[in-house]
């Protein structure tokens, strides 16, 4: 199974601050120009929500619905249950580091198509490797529009 990685080091933000943005899917999504949309479709208290997702991967459109759970940690663990991957499945976390907070995204994939694997996976690998990094430049930027106002030093 193909995994994909992408991470970023956020300065001079927390991992509490960068913690609400991860926890936050259609925020980033709406930053991310080939995300077609993120619908929330339950959530169970504080630790388990499901999510369906519609991007653009190499011209056509993709649909899934991931379950998503928080922990341990400032992690949150997602996983399809429905859509038109044979699998997926990844993580973000949140880590404190010396200049700001580290965020990792992680994601694995199965296209479910035995034979053409080998010949389908490099792209969809490509594919998948650019919706990481633009979920990162997203992430980024809703950070940087979202800084906690300056203090009144009067």
């Known amino acids: 199974m193909p995994e994909i990685q992408a ?3 956020v300065e001079g ?3 509490d601050e960068m913690w609400a943005l991860v926890k936050d899917s259609a925020r980033i999504a709406s ?3 080939h995300v077609v949309g993120v619908r929330p479709l339950s959530e169970q208290d504080k630790t388990f929500r499901l999510n369906e997702w519609k991007v653009l991967l190499n011209g056509s459109e ?3 619905v991931q379950r998503e759970a928080a922990g341990p940690g400032l992690r949150l663990r997602f996983e399809q249950t429905t859509g038109d991957l044979e699998q ?6 949140v880590t404190a580091a010396p200049a ?3 965020v990792r995204l992680s994601l694995a994939f199965e296209l ?3 034979g053409l694997a080998p010949l389908l996976e490099p792209i969809w690998s490509q594919s998948f490797q650019a919706h990481a990094d633009a979920l990162m430049r997203s992430l980024s930027a809703c950070a940087a529009s979202h800084r906690a106002p300056e203090k009144d030093l009067t």
Do not use: H, I
Request: net charge negative; proline share 4%.
């Open 88 to 93: 997926l499945s990844g993580e973000w976390a």
């Open 62 to 64: 993709v649909t899934w």
């Open 13 to 15: 933000r927390t991992p």
């Open 100 to 102: 700001g907070t580290q």
């Open 112 to 114: 479910g198509v035995d």
């Open 31 to 33: 930053q991310a120009r």
């Open 7 to 9: 991470e970023m080091l």
